[in-house]
């Protein structure tokens, strides 16, 4: 009896264990049920959300992978890797990580001007152009360093010019002043110069009128004894008519005789010359002796002579002669004797010389060069006198001094006294060539005095 009780208190409580058991089991069910709905419902409503993420046929592509690769590198969902990078690229594009795809085209319309591009091609389009205004920018930073190293230059070039003008400007200031203080010296010096040849002026003008009325009365004594010397030449003439060449022996009028010829160049050789006064040009009648030069008693003219020579060389004491007349079957022979009327060797001619001169024949005639007239007469042997009287031969004038204008009231006393000395030059010409025509003195320019003199100058 025993025994059965305690097989039954063992299954009862064997039951019982077991019956609290499936409760627990049921209870336990039903709970793992309840939770298995609540995480079925709970899956799918992820799975739905996931699929809102990704599609099914989406997580097998290869950049998908590659996402959720990188996400888990960083220990993130996708969704998160992708926001984070999102965030970074808004960062990195407008520079706030919440920035969004609409307000990120906003902003790359604004960049490329409403252009459809992308960013990256619009930043190579901007970096293009940053390069290509750098290099325009390093262009113009190179030619503004150039210009402004031309700049530089320049500016030392005008600073030298500048400082070179200032040392010049100073110079000629410097020399101004010093000119300033001599034409101020100069101008008093002047002023007084000027007042001393205003009464020398006046002086000189008084000296002039008074030498202008002695000259006009001097002028006057010698026209008067210029009509009496004509009166007296003429009352001579006419007394001394047809007996002037009337010699006592025919042998004095002999000039020379005839030492050679020469038949070939038809010429005659002359025992006269240089120291005989002959000179080219000069003509001789030929005689065969000295009875056949007895002139005409009622003309006191010669008679012809058998030939004519004119002198065409002259040495000192002989001369050649060419044969220009020569009587046909009465030639000319040695020993015939030759005369000249007019020619005289043994007379000392008396000159008066006045005038410029080209002596030197230079081309120049001047006042200075009638001294060397003088001596080419004096060397022929003739004598010169400063005065025009009865005993003068022969006048000789050389160009006529040339009177300067009138000089200015005012002008320097040297510059009058010059004008004064030159017109009164100017006046004795005139004048003497003047009283010589009025007492028929012989008037010789400069050429014929030298063909008198026998005296051939050239250049």
Same mark, same amino acid.
């Given at each position: 009896?025993?025994?059965?009780?305690?097989?039954?208190? !063992?299954? !009862?409580?064997?039951?019982?264990?077991?019956?609290? =058991?499936?409760?627990?089991?049921?209870?336990?069910?039903?709970?793992?049920? &309840?939770? $298995?709905?609540?995480a079925t419902k709970k899956?799918?409503?992820?799975?739905?959300?996931?699929?809102?993420?990704?599609k099914d046929g989406e997580r097998e592509r290869d950049d998908i992978k590659q996402l959720k690769v990188a996400a888990g590198k960083k220990s993130q969902s996708l969704v998160a890797f992708l926001m984070s990078s999102q965030e970074e690229a808004m960062q990195l594009a407008t520079g706030s990580p919440k920035a969004t795809a609409e307000e990120?085209?906003?902003?790359?319309? %604004?960049?490329?001007?409403?252009?459809? +591009?992308?960013?990256? %091609?619009?930043?190579?389009?901007?970096?293009?152009?940053?390069?290509?205004?750098r290099k325009r920018a390093s262009d113009a930073e190179a030619a503004r360093q150039s210009a402004q190293k031309d700049l530089e230059n320049e500016v030392a070039r005008v600073k030298a010019i500048e400082d070179a003008q200032k040392a010049t400007i100073?110079?000629?200031?410097?020399?101004?002043?010093?000119? $300033? !203080?001599?034409?101020?010296?100069?101008?008093?010096?002047?002023?007084?110069?000027?007042?001393?040849?205003?009464?020398?002026?006046?002086?000189?003008?008084a000296d002039a009128a008074d030498n202008s009325a002695q000259l006009n009365a001097r002028i006057a004594d010698l026209e008067r004894e210029a009509l009496l010397a004509? *009166? +007296? =030449?003429?009352?001579?003439?006419?007394e001394l008519k047809g007996r002037s060449l009337k010699p006592g022996d025919e042998y004095a009028l002999v000039d020379a005789e005839v030492i050679g010829l020469d038949p070939a160049e038809n010429t005659a050789f002359l025992n006269i010359g240089q120291n005989q006064k002959v000179r080219v040009g000069l003509s001789f009648e030929v005689y065969s002796e000295p009875t056949a030069l007895?002139?005409?008693?009622?003309?006191? *003219?010669?008679?012809?002579?058998?030939?004519?020579?004119? /002198? /065409?060389?002259?040495?000192? *004491?002989?001369? +050649?002669?060419r044969i220009v007349r020569e009587k046909k079957g009465n030639p000319v022979v040695r020993g015939d004797v030759v005369a000249n009327a007019v020619y005289d060797p043994n007379k000392v001619y008396t000159m008066l010389v006045f005038g410029n001169f080209d002596a030197n024949q230079d081309g120049f005639a001047t006042a200075n060069e009638t001294s060397d007239v003088k001596s080419l007469i004096a060397e022929w042997g003739g004598r010169t006198v400063e005065d025009l009287s009865g005993e003068v031969d022969f006048l000789v004038l050389g160009r006529r001094p040339t009177i300067p204008p009138p000089p200015p009231a005012g002008?320097?006393? &040297?510059? =009058?006294?010059?004008?004064?000395?030159? $017109?009164?030059?100017s006046d004795r010409y005139d004048d003497l060539f003047r009283r010589a025509t009025a007492t028929s003195i012989p008037v010789l320019n400069e050429n014929r005095l030298y063909t008198l003199i026998g005296k051939r100058l050239g250049r």
């Open positions: 009896m025993a025994g059965r009780t305690s097989v039954g208190v !063992g299954w !009862g409580i064997s039951f019982s264990i077991i019956s609290v =058991i499936a409760l627990g089991l049921f209870v336990t069910t039903v709970i793992f049920m &309840a939770q $298995k709905q609540s899956f799918n409503e992820l799975q739905s959300g996931i699929s809102e993420i990704v990120l085209q906003k902003s790359l319309d %604004q960049v490329t001007g409403n252009k459809s +591009t992308n960013m990256l %091609q619009a930043i190579r389009e901007r970096d293009a152009q940053l390069t290509a205004e100073a110079a000629m200031t410097a020399q101004i002043d010093t000119y $300033k !203080g001599e034409v101020d010296k100069y101008a008093q010096e002047v002023g007084e110069a000027k007042r001393g040849m205003s009464e020398h002026e006046e002086k000189v003008r004509r *009166d +007296t =030449i003429s009352r001579l003439q006419s007895r002139p005409d008693a009622a003309t006191g *003219d010669y008679p012809s002579g058998k030939a004519s020579l004119e /002198i /065409i060389k002259v040495d000192r *004491d002989t001369a +050649t002669a002008a320097p006393n &040297a510059v =009058i006294e010059e004008y004064v000395r030159v $017109k009164n030059l």
